[in-house]
């Protein structure tokens, strides 16, 4: 397979050169094997993670958005070394995050928090809120016991909890105040960067606005730097400053997400953006629709070329054979699309 650029990964999420960024990625790449025997040999490659780059200024928003098996997650979590990326860069207020050890890693991860999609999994049942949200103070601060408390009863207050939901437990709590409990966890340490995963796609759509709004001003009054991942493009526009869309494991349109949303360049996006409901329904009936056939190909079998191939309603035959690259474009942004990089003349 050709590739028109050596552009993969490009760091076209960084909006400025003059600021040092808070996080830095280069070139992250995980594989995983799909069906591998004893000592994980054998088995089918599967690349979840290709090549991505990008960066998040501190107090910024960076979004990731794209289907399930886009790599969006699995991105988040080697960021955090959840997983260990097989190669690849991460700098953290400058410093690599990937050379130390794990158990120095540890101590360092009080500053990057991560929040997951599924409260009730991530709140240990058995246990109050108050011990469920004084946990990582206990690891990571050396408090009395009265003042772990007043810290729980002032993050619930942040969160718009009552303090006496200190004594309760997950189960006798809505979904949406489970997840205000999991946001006062991850922020109850004071990090600097919260990973949000999915954070609040199993919330209906009024809790999810409730949550989304306290998250933005939890980060305004905290100073916070978000990497926030989700399937939702509306969702992340209404966080972001920036967005990167992934597809099989890379970076394929990256910029500000006012740009990306109200011109989005590659033909992915563009579906993705197309299946947005509009509110206006003359809006709606006048909006291109572009309906993506087939589904996501088996990441250990990508197509040879563009990576979107399969899908693409634009494909032209060099598709088939040159992978296209990100390329940068338009201020601060890039897309790994031959229509835009003049590929295709
Ligand atoms: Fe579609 Fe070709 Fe662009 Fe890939 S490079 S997104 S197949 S037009």
């Given at each position: 397979m050709r590739r028109a650029t050596t552009a993969q990964p490009v760091d076209a999420t960084a909006a400025t050169v003059d600021e040092a960024p808070l996080v830095e990625v280069q070139d992250l790449h995980k594989t995983f094997r799909r069906g591998?025997?004893?000592?994980?040999?054998?088995g089918t490659a599967v690349r979840?993670?290709?090549g991505v780059g990008f960066s998040i200024r501190e107090g910024e928003t960076l979004g990731i958005v794209g289907e399930s098996g886009s790599g969006k997650s699995t991105t988040g979590r080697l960021l955090l070394r959840l997983l260990e990326p097989d190669s690849g860069r991460v700098r953290f207020a400058g410093q690599d995050?990937?050379?130390?050890s794990r158990s120095e890693f540890r101590r360092r991860r009080r500053d990057m928090q991560m929040i997951f999609q599924d409260p009730y999994a991530s709140l240990?049942?058995?246990?109050?809120i108050g011990a469920s949200v004084g946990e990582p103070l206990k690891i990571f601060e050396n408090l009395s016991r009265a003042e772990r408390d007043d810290r729980v009863r002032e993050m619930l207050g942040r969160v718009?909890?009552?303090?006496?939901?200190?004594?309760?437990?997950?189960?006798?709590?809505s979904g949406g105040q489970r997840q205000r409990v999991a946001i006062a966890r991850a922020l109850s340490i004071n990090p600097r960067l919260v990973v949000a995963d999915e954070?609040?796609?199993?919330?209906?759509v009024s809790t999810q606005s409730d949550v989304l709004n306290l998250m933005r001003h939890l980060q305004r009054d905290l100073r916070l730097t978000y990497l926030f991942i989700s399937h939702n493009l509306s969702v992340v526009r209404h966080m972001s400053d920036r967005i990167a869309v992934m597809y099989l494991g890379r970076i394929v349109e990256t910029g500000p997400a006012e740009q990306v949303y109200l011109e989005p360049l590659h033909p992915y996006t563009r579906a993705l953006l197309s299946a947005i409901p509009v509110p206006d329904p003359l809006a709606q009936r006048s909006r291109p629709k572009i309906v993506l056939t087939?589904?996501?190909?088996d990441p250990a079998h990508p197509p040879a070329g563009c990576n979107f191939v399969s899908r693409c309603?634009?494909?032209?035959?060099m598709c088939h054979e040159v992978d296209p690259g990100l390329e940068p474009m338009r201020e601060s942004s890039a897309v790994a699309c031959h229509l835009h990089t003049g590929n295709s003349r």
């Open positions: 591998a025997g004893f000592l994980r040999r054998g979840a993670v290709d995050v990937l050379s130390v240990d049942p058995t246990k109050t718009g909890l009552r303090p006496d939901y200190l004594t309760r437990y997950p189960a006798e709590m954070a609040v796609s199993a919330l209906d087939g589904d996501v190909p309603p634009l494909a032209m035959s």
